[in-house]
């Protein structure tokens, strides 16, 4: 990015929030967003392959930490607690950013093609989180169901974590959701 | 339907199929699939949304069964029992057209977007499983973390019945995930 265009990534993902909190999802266009920002439609492109990526810009940061901090984790934790592992870090780079997502996941609420894009990028969370429980020497089908169970716990703990009146940390969420799953056995 | 239209419906699902297995799925058009049943274009869509929909035509079916054995399990069972109750009831549907889910399968498998299709479509299964559990009075998170579990285990179990060389039947498929499941905690 050039000079002048200090943060134009941060700038075009605040217009994109404001705007579609305002305007609604549909009636914002690329352009606006662009115009909104300061920047030009191109530059926008550059950054996002559509309006819809603006609100899942962190995640494949949040993926890419799961995976290495599944690998990271100790040899002797079980599949799903390595992959549990895995969702408290990755859900560690949202902690302090609870009111962005409280706001998003109200704009992800009221438009269906973002459940669609949302529901995409948990099924890649699930795919890089069993690729990481195999690279521990986790075999099938127990890598496929503890990574799509961690996955679970996490979204169900997530949901809470926006929508609970005054809830504890996402970390303390992720905990309560995984010692649920386990009291259902 | 009228009386000069016997089986429109499964002649137009077999025609897509092949065609979809022929040519391909982008390559084929509701025209094409119309035509090749010999029914017109409009009574193409007057059975289906869009010709994505051919492929998950059983699958509403297959939600409102599942829904209904929830609520009819025995009361003793726990909520992961009943929700997988309703899986297995759900899956007998399918347990003899294993020929046809495979060919589907492959179809599903080359194209992104009848995978987002199929990722849409068990969400609504995780969706009326929690419904129902909720109707069974499970609070939450386990109804939702119960919901999301027994539709795992479906989707690793049916995966594993379309792609293994000579599995089990699909109930025995899903026991098995179901068993795997249960021994990772």
């Known amino acids: 990015m050039g000079r002048w265009e200090p943060d134009a990534r941060g700038r075009m993902i605040r217009a994109a929030m404001e705007l579609f909190a305002e305007r609604g999802f549909e009636q914002t266009t690329a352009g606006d967003i662009a115009e909104s920002a300061g920047v030009t ?10 309006k819809r990526e603006v609100l899942f810009d ?22 799903l607690d390595a992959a549990l592992a895995g969702m408290v870090t990755g859900g560690g780079l949202l902690e302090d950013l609870r009111d962005h997502a409280v706001r ?9 093609s973002l459940q669609e894009r949302e529901l995409l990028k948990l099924a ?11 690279k ?4 099938e089908p127990a890598a496929s169901l ?17 929508s609970a009146e005054e809830p504890p940390g996402l970390a303390e969420c992720i905990a309560e959701a995984a010692a649920a799953l386990r009291a259902l056995r």
């Not at 990574?147 to 974590?161: C, E, I, L, N, P």
Request: hydrophobic share 50%; no cysteine.
């Open 58 to 79: 962190g995640s494949a940061t949040m993926e890419r930490t799961a995976y290495d901090a599944i690998l990271a984790a100790p040899d002797h934790l079980s599949p």
């Open 124 to 134: 890649a969370m699930v795919d890089a989180t069993t690729e990481a429980l195999r």
């Open 146 to 162: 503890a990574a799509h169970s961690a996955v679970t716990v996490f979204h169900v703990a997530f949901a809470r974590w926006v």
């Open 41 to 50: 439609e191109r530059t926008f492109f550059r950054h996002f392959a559509d």
């Open 104 to 112: 998003r996941s109200r704009i992800i609420a009221a438009n269906p």
């Open 136 to 139: 521990r020497g986790v075999t």
